[in-house]
């Protein structure tokens, strides 16, 4: 079925004049051009005179009475006050297509990746309007990710949009890299924003590889390209995703990262006249943040955007305003733990921290109820870690403590996943399932050598806490759980 709406929103912006203005004035990143009087977002192309330099692509950022701000897309040199400015009649778009899948395209729709110009691409609105809510549907499907940790703790639904946040160098990236080689979906939209040009090869060839690249398609815009560019990367990204959603296929959009976005965002408002408001971010930042990841999502009658983006946490501190924006704009947040990446527990998620808010309209509650169980065991190794680590903790205090010491290293070995290595979702059920049995018996065992009274199931019984020599409260279930083997630093 042929969507027409794309065409009609890309006509409602039609400007049927072709305007023009002169450059006057230089303003940081930014020019003021007098007598060009058109809407922000426009295209433009400015005309250096200077017959050395080629016009140079730009976007209205803003307008002071007669004078529109216009941001260059491309560097600035050779524009000189006197320039001429035409004004595009057509509105902000990127082109888009099936022929984009395993390409790699910069935020203007060329091809970076030395191959041909990709066919049959036809313009898309890159501001499109906002989706009618009542059009939206309800996340209900799961998407795989192949990934057991978010899989089975965090489980995603198909047009969620999720928030994958760390400090620097934590392993955001290369979650991303391996969710785009592992999930379920029928294309794969990558937005490389603000990224060094070695990461972009590096993420492309090495992390993507050939397998994930056929089915993608890759927006990149570096650091060093002008912010207005990065933006714009953002938003060709998302228009191209939208393409194939609205052709009735379900899209996996990776965006990494939200923080580079705002940081370019943030100079394009600056630039524009607008006041620095929260750590320097001007209001803008955060208003089309929150437009841009409602752009994601399930439509009626098409198909979904299941989006994740990644957050760079500034000192672990989740509270600094992008981040604390983006997990309120977002439907669940994937904290990364540098305690975990430094032990070399890939992927590093803390899986107390996170939250997928949809993950219960997903899985079927006998899923839900074995999610419970994990968490509940890793909450309670949380709560003993520290006196472990010292040899403080005597087993049999705490029955959820015990199970949790004596499967460690299957918990631990069920979340550790190599980036090569795609679980699919039936293993990982099955390996749930059985962590979760095993929990059950070793916890019955636990309860019937010391005593149903001294190791209730339900519920969870607060930690009794005792130095190690002093008389175990269960000395049966710690005689037990002293034959199993300890783990490296733990006392027995
Ligand atoms: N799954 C993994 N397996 C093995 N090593 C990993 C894994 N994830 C991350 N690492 C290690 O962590 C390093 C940083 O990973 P990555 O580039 O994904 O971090 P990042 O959070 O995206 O960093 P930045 O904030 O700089 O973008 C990698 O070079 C690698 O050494
Ligand atoms: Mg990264």
């Known amino acids: 079925m042929i969507h027409l709406s794309p065409h009609f929103e890309l006509l409602r912006h039609l400007e049927p004049r072709r305007l023009a203005g002169t450059v006057r004035s230089c303003r940081g990143l930014a020019f003021v051009v007098d007598g ?19 016009p140079v692509m730009g976007e209205v950022v803003g307008f002071d009475g007669g004078s529109a701000i216009v941001m260059a897309l491309e560097g600035g040199h050779g524009i000189a006050s006197g320039d001429r400015v035409i004004g595009d009649a057509m509105p902000a778009a990127a082109l888009v297509g099936d022929s984009l899948v395993g390409r790699v395209i910069d935020g203007l729709g060329r091809p970076i990746d030395g191959a041909p110009a990709p066919a049959k691409l036809r313009p898309r609105a890159l501001h499109p309007r906002t989706i009618n809510p009542l059009l939206r549907r309800p996340v209900r499907e ?78 990149a815009s570096t650091g060093d390209e002008s912010p207005l560019m990065r933006v714009r990367a953002c938003h060709a990204a ?40 929260t750590r320097g971010y001007p209001p803008s930042v955060f208003a089309s943040m929150a437009k841009l990841v409602e752009r994601a999502g399930s439509i009626e009658g098409r198909g979904s955007i299941t989006a994740l983006f990644t957050v760079l946490v500034d000192g672990d501190d989740l509270a600094e305003p992008i981040a604390d924006t983006a997990r309120s704009a977002l439907d669940g947040h994937v904290v990364l733990s540098r305690a975990l990446a430094s032990k070399g527990h890939h992927p590093a998620i803390d899986v107390l921290e996170s939250v997928s808010r949809t993950a219960d309209a997903v899985v079927s509650p006998a899923e839900r109820e074995q999610r419970r169980v994990l968490r509940r065991l890793l909450a309670a190794h949380r709560d003993v870690e520290e006196l472990l680590s010292i040899g403080a903790y005597a087993r049999g205090s705490n029955p959820d403590a015990d199970v949790a010491i004596a499967l460690r290293e299957r918990i631990d070995s069920f979340l550790r996943q190599s980036t090569e290595e795609r679980s699919a979702w039936s293993t990982t059920a099955s390996m749930l399932a059985e962590l979760c049995a095993e929990a059950e018996t070793l916890r019955a065992k636990l309860a019937s050598s010391a005593g149903a009274a001294a190791v209730p199931a339900m519920p969870r019984a607060a930690p009794q806490i005792r130095r190690q020599g002093a008389a175990p409260h269960a000395p049966a279930a710690a005689a037990h759980l002293a034959a199993v083997p300890p783990r490296e630093g733990v006392a027995a």
Do not use: N
């Open 36 to 54: 060009l009087r058109m809407p922000i977002g426009a295209t433009v192309s400015i005309e250096p005179r200077g017959e050395t330099h080629a």
């Open 142 to 219: 799961r998407m795989e990710t192949g990934i057991r940790a978010v899989d089975s703790m965090l489980t995603l639904g198909r047009g969620q949009r999720l928030g994958i946040f760390s400090g620097a160098g934590v392993g955001k990236s290369l979650l991303l890299g391996s969710m785009a080689r592992h999930c379920a979906a029928d294309v794969v939209v990558l937005a490389l924003v603000g990224e060094r040009g070695r990461e972009v090869r590096e993420f492309v060839d090495g992390v993507l590889g050939a397998d994930g690249r056929s089915r993608s398609v890759v927006v």
């Open 238 to 277: 998302l228009a191209v995703a939208e393409h194939f959603r609205d052709a009735g296929r379900h899209v996996l959009l990776l965006l990494d990262s939200l923080t580079r976005l705002a940081h370019a965002q943030r100079q394009v408002g600056l630039s524009a006249g607008e006041p620095p408001a």
